[in-house]
């Protein structure tokens, strides 16, 4: 039981440690964050459907693997051909997908450098948004 906790707590540790950084360089952020942890939680005990309602730190932690993504690039292959317009992928060849350059490019991202956890405010939790959950 031991080694599948620590297994899965290596997964998630670069992701709580980008949360924690993001919410640290963004004091206004982090308070309003911590409220919404006081208000749900309080000093109760924690369950599922308490932590389905902590929608503000969901949205911090999507914005923070959108500015910090685990792996700056993911390899894929493609399964089928694909005509993209400028350029033509068959089938079997390997592509790079350059998700920290894609998730930087202001085209894409407006104002693409700024912790805004807001970005997912408009249509709730939209991982959309976010290049690298397209990516599984």
Excluded at 19 to 43: F, H, S, W
Excluded at 52 to 73: G, N, T
């Amino acid at each position: 039981t031991t080694e599948i906790y620590t297994l899965s707590l290596h997964d998630a540790l670069p992701i709580f440690s980008t949360v924690l950084y993001c919410l640290a360089m963004n004091p206004t952020v982090q308070a309003k964050a911590r409220d919404e942890l006081r208000r749900v939680i309080g000093v109760g005990r924690v369950d599922y459907e308490l932590l389905s309602e902590l929608i503000y730190l969901e949205q911090c932690i999507w914005e923070s693997m959108c500015l910090y993504p685990v792996a700056a690039r993911h390899d894929r292959v493609c399964t089928q051909d694909v005509d993209l317009g400028v350029v033509k992928l068959k089938r079997g060849m390997s592509v790079a997908v350059p998700v920290y350059a894609i998730h930087r490019d202001p085209k894409l991202y407006p104002n693409p450098g700024k912790f805004d956890p807001d970005r997912y405010k408009q249509t709730g939790i939209n991982t959309s948004i976010c290049f690298t959950s397209k990516l599984n």
